[in-house]
Each structure stands twice: as C-alpha cells, then as structure tokens.
C-alpha cells in the first residue's frame, strides 16, 4: 500500500551519513549478552565516525576491533 503525502522531504545526506549518537551506541552495546565478556573480535562494517567503535571499545576494552566504511 502506498499513503500519499503533502509532506516536504529534507533533503538526503549526499553519502547517506547519519551519525548515531553516543548515548545510543553505548546504550545499545550494553544490551550484548552480558556474558560475552570475553569477546576478541569486532568488525564495525560500516563504522562512519566510530561512534559504534568508541562504544564497543568501552565495553569491550582488550578486543580488536576494526572498522570499515565506504567514502564515495
């Protein structure tokens, strides 16, 4: 089904860059299984800013963790 609108659209970021906020990504973080203290390992396919990297690196402070994003 498709709801027509008179509503403007905001123009789209032109690299589809969103940053989420801090408090959001730790917040989300510390809903990981709380046993999973002993991660190694984190890839971050599409970090950004390394809002999520940051958060995961509280979390998790001896992981690897690396992050990738595309730039166009």
């Known amino acids: 089904m498709i709801i027509t609108t008179e509503k403007v659209m905001r123009p789209r970021d032109t690299f589809d860059h969103y940053p989420t906020p801090d408090p959001v990504a730790g917040s989300m973080c510390s809903y990981v299984n ?3 203290r002993g991660v190694e390992y984190i890839l971050d396919p599409g970090a950004g800013t390394g809002v999520f990297g940051r958060a995961a ?10 992050g990738t994003d595309i730039r166009a």
């Open 57 to 66: 690196r509280a979390r998790w402070p001896g992981a690897v963790i690396v």
């Open 34 to 36: 709380p046993d999973s």
